[in-house]
């Protein structure tokens, strides 16, 4: 299993672009997330999927759109990107959060730098 | 302000001593997730413990839950310098679909 991959590594973009940050899990997860890492601000959570074509917001969600057509697959747009919006992106999934099987596993992040 | 709080924000000791970080939270969970990260890395899943039990361990680590003070502790004994790792919280709160993170522990493991 490949786990739960993130493409791309790094970005950089100017303000206003827009893009879309690719995640992908192969381990049949329900749960699917998006979280940002800024320094000194621990992981805040975008948005998370409960199950292909449940979506609902995070904490942060503003700025930010998702959708999951499929299980596997969970990307995160940025519409009009902000210098605000610099960070470190993690993408994770579980099986469920509603079992016992609610070990988060983490992509190895999406380094995106505004200007 | 952050569901998850954790104390000290950094520790620095040395190779084989022990070193515990304290995680607070404010609102009832189901459980709550000790999570590392290595520099520039994805979170790696420690230990999890649900909100009744009250000590869990796992190889060199422990954890223990007081849902009366709504505060854990990881415990990590004869540390080692691969030890160094920034070291997270998450709660899975009641009621919510969710985990919430706290702002973690940078500890630093000297040799």
């Known amino acids: 299993n490949a786990g739960v991959t993130q493409t791309p590594k790094f970005q950089v973009l100017k303000t206003g672009q827009s893009m879309t940050l690719q995640c992908a899990q192969d381990?049949?997860?329900?749960?699917m997330s998006w979280y940002r890492q800024d320094p000194g601000m621990g992981l805040r959570l975008i948005h998370y999927?409960?199950?292909?074509?449940?979506?609902d917001q995070g904490e942060v969600p503003n700025g930010y759109n998702v959708s999951r057509s499929t299980t596997e697959d969970f990307p995160l747009r940025l519409l009009s990107a902000a210098p605000s919006q610099t960070s470190v992106y993690f993408c994770?999934?579980?099986?469920?959060?509603?079992?016992?099987?609610?070990?988060?596993?983490f992509g190895p992040g999406t380094r995106l730098l505004v200007l | 302000s952050q569901q998850g709080e954790e104390d000290p924000q950094a520790l620095s000791i040395q190779e084989g001593e022990n070193a515990t970080m304290n995680c607070s939270y404010k609102?009832?969970?189901?459980?709550l997730q000790w999570y590392r990260q290595n520099s520039g890395r994805g979170l790696v899943h420690l230990i999890l413990?649900?909100?009744?039990?009250r000590e869990k361990h796992s190889g060199r680590l422990r954890v223990t839950l007081d849902t009366s003070k709504k505060s854990s502790s990881l415990l990590i004994t004869a540390s080692r310098a691969a030890d160094t790792a920034s070291y997270f919280c998450?709660?899975?709160?009641?009621?919510?679909?969710?985990?919430?993170f706290g702002q973690g522990t940078r500890l630093t493991i000297n040799p």
């Open positions: 381990m049949n997860h329900e749960y």
């Open positions: 994770a999934s579980s099986y469920s959060l509603q079992t016992q099987e609610e070990t988060q596993y």
């Open positions: 998450a709660t899975h709160l009641q009621g919510a679909q969710k985990l919430v």
């Open positions: 999927s409960v199950g292909a074509g449940i979506t």
């Open positions: 609102t009832s969970i189901n459980n």
């Open positions: 413990i649900r909100s009744n039990e």
